[in-house]
């Protein structure tokens, strides 16, 4: 690794003052940022080693018997608990022996609960009806230590064993309880049930929901990117009517998402069975989500219409990008390794996540049952987990962005067009991991310090809600507003930073400040261009977010028992999201970069022979056509060269 004050030099000199110098010399920047990334991970390290050891996720997923036993799975040996340790390999269910006579105080059932092969489908009268249930199927309803051969004959059977009768009972899927089928019984058993559900910490039921809707989960992302990757194609092979087909099919999607929300909202409001509270939250949910789609539904139908006139000279400046990106057809694969990256992370991620929600102690009381103390520590580790996740993926993002910077700076500073550099991608990689980790570090740090507190702000405006201070949650909202104002504008500052570090080799302030300038004096021409090319790649992310939240609202409406499944709906939203913004921002990159790339090269040069630009003939074109469609982007052909020469692109 190149770093320590070493310079990679060019053939050229390094010009005088602080001029803008297209790769003329690089060197390492922000090294102390990326010490202070490094020590952050340590930790983060340290609460995954933490996490394994004292978490025990497999019992909140798939239920645990009295004696600390996960049924399913095969067990350690709990200190004070002789029956604890043992294999349920072969034992799913749980079953309660007192199942028709439930109670439940400080959250904790009156009953035993056992580790079960199967649920008994017929009414047991007698021992000898238990004694030959175990014997045929292998599942023993009585407490581990007695034999099924001392059913009939060990005068503690009446403890040990299932009050009789024994009522018929089925597994319930998601906890994989045995509900009893008889009215007397499903009377007693199922409001206690629903209590224990309800009242479960909501963080705890929204993992449960997460982990049983995984598979659908899974599919909704992989349809995500499968249409993520039909608007990367029409954004590369882009054409006036298939721009008119995804302005239609947004307008479309989303009205009928709109009227899908609330069609299951008054579904779910008129269903006279709900009694869940995840049912319930689930309503709230759905409305929420009805009224939010339809309100951006109708904004962004509203911008269509005041947009439609510049469809076409979007076409033209996609048309442009997709150029420079035939030039360097590897740019658009940086998504599909970034998601790749970012999958593997937020695999990591859930997994200690899931670990840390279980933490716990576990100590024997006194009829050797077990039970389990929280630990007091969780709380703080799971706030440092949850900054490493936005830290971390912003990191692997910036990555991204200065891949793509380097990638494009390094063709379009080149003079020699019709020989282009040779493995840009594979150049500017190296450039990132030799000299300018700590500058991503540092940019993905300040996001991450702003993200932050809008996190905290939504948690208060959380529990300030139902109480009354409305000017309380009016200063939150304005402040988490601001915050997101701040964010934006951070976000773009700091894409355009790493360009400047791309071209210059400076550290990430020096890049800011060069960039801002350069944007401050250009900004009129930012706001006639940038527009129309961010608004169209906004059109694309929301029909990949629509469409996929559709498949999403279709898939959980059947999954609504015991499990919030707008958490997992928000996941998908969020992801689609994610993914259509991990792959269309080639597109959103390379129009920025283009843009200040040719900023900086009316600032640098005047065209004449001495100073010819850089740019080439379909980036003239393209700003003179815009200059005519707006009347506000400097024209190249009258710069601000000495006697008016006219200004030649590079050929």
């Not at 014997?135 to 299932?162: D, F, I, K, M």
């Not at 909704?220 to 092979?237: D, E, G, H, P, Q």
């Not at 300030?464 to 773009?492: F, H, I, P």
């Not at 996929?548 to 999954?559: A, D, I, P, R």
């Amino acid at each position: 690794m190149a770093c320590c004050g070493k310079y990679q030099v060019s053939e050229e000199k390094i010009p005088n003052g602080r001029l803008w110098r297209p790769l003329i010399y690089r060197r390492c920047t922000d090294i102390a940022w990326l010490i202070i990334f490094f020590i952050f991970w340590a930790g983060m390290m340290f609460v995954t080693g933490y996490a394994i050891t004292a978490g025990a996720t497999e019992r909140l997923l798939f239920g645990y018997d009295s004696y600390g036993n996960v049924c399913g799975r095969r067990n350690s040996p709990i200190k004070g608990a002789p029956l604890s340790g043992q294999d349920m390999t072969d034992r799913k269910e749980v079953f309660f022996l007192n199942s028709c006579n439930l109670e439940i105080r400080n959250m904790k059932i009156n009953s035993i609960a056992l580790c079960v092969s199967s649920c008994p489908r017929e009414q047991l009268n007698n021992r000898k009806e238990v004694q030959r249930f175990a014997e045929r199927n292998g599942s023993y309803l009585c407490v581990y230590s007695l034999n099924s051969s001392e059913y009939t004959l060990n005068a503690h059977a009446a403890e040990l064993c299932p009050m009789l009768p024994v009522p018929p009972s089925q597994s319930f899927p998601l906890f994989r309880r045995c509900i009893p089928q008889t009215p007397e019984c499903y009377s007693q058993f199922v409001p206690v049930l629903i209590n224990v559900v309800n009242e479960m910490d909501l963080f705890h039921r929204i993992i449960a929901g997460i982990m049983t809707s995984k598979d659908s989960i899974i599919g909704l992302c992989a349809l995500a990117v499968v249409f993520s990757l039909i608007m990367v194609a029409i954004f590369r092979f882009i054409a006036v009517i298939l721009v008119h087909i995804l302005v239609a099919l947004v307008v479309f999607g989303l009205f009928f998402v709109s009227s899908v929300l609330w069609w299951l909202y008054y579904d779910h409001v008129t269903d006279p069975s709900i009694e869940l509270e995840s049912e319930k939250e689930n309503s709230k949910f759905l409305l929420a989500f009805a009224v939010g789609t339809t309100v951006i539904s109708i904004i962004i139908f509203v911008l269509i219409l005041v947009m439609r006139r510049r469809l076409k000279l979007m076409t033209e400046l996609f048309r442009v990008a997709s150029e420079t990106i035939s030039a360097v057809p590897l740019l658009l694969l940086q998504p599909v390794w970034t998601f790749i990256i970012l999958i593997f992370f937020w695999a990591y991620w859930v997994a200690v996540l899931l670990s840390l929600g279980t933490a716990g102690t576990a100590y024997a009381t006194n009829g050797g049952h077990v039970e389990y103390k929280p630990l007091s520590a969780i709380r703080y580790m799971w706030w440092y987990h949850l900054f490493g996740l936005i830290w971390t993926s912003e990191f692997i993002l910036a990555c991204q962005q200065m891949i793509i910077s380097g990638a494009v700076v390094s063709c379009y500073f080149n003079r020699d067009k019709n020989n282009p550099p040779s493995h840009p991608i594979l150049s500017s990689i190296s450039n990132l991991s030799n000299y300018h980790l700590g500058t991503v570090a540092k940019g993905s740090l300040i996001i991450t310090l702003v993200r932050i507190p809008r996190v905290v702000l939504t948690y208060i405006h959380s529990t300030l809600q139902g109480k009354d201070n409305a000017c309380a949650r009016c200063m939150v909202r304005s402040c988490t507003c601001c915050l997101w104002c701040l964010e934006k504008c951070l976000r773009y500052l700091n894409q355009n930073a790493y360009t400047a570090t791309a071209i210059n080799g400076t550290d990430f302030c020096t890049s800011a400040k060069e960039a801002f300038f350069i944007l401050v004096k250009n900004s009129l021409n930012i706001a006639a261009i940038n527009s129309f090319g961010d608004f169209l790649l906004f059109l694309g992310k929301v029909f990949v977010v629509c469409f996929t939240c559709f498949g999403g609202l279709m898939v959980f409406n059947y999954q609504r028992a015991l499990q919030v499944w707008v958490v997992p709906l928000l996941l998908v939203a969020f992801f689609s999201y994610f993914v259509a913004h991990c792959f269309l921002s080639v597109f959103e990159r390379v129009v920025d970069l283009l843009f200040l790339c040719y900023a900086i090269d009316l600032e640098t040069n005047d065209g004449s022979a001495d100073k010819p630009y850089f740019m080439d003939k379909a980036l003239m074109e393209f700003m003179n056509k815009s200059s005519e469609e707006t009347g506000k982007v400097r024209n190249p052909k009258a710069g601000n060269h000495p006697a008016g020469t006219e200004m030649h692109p590079m050929v």
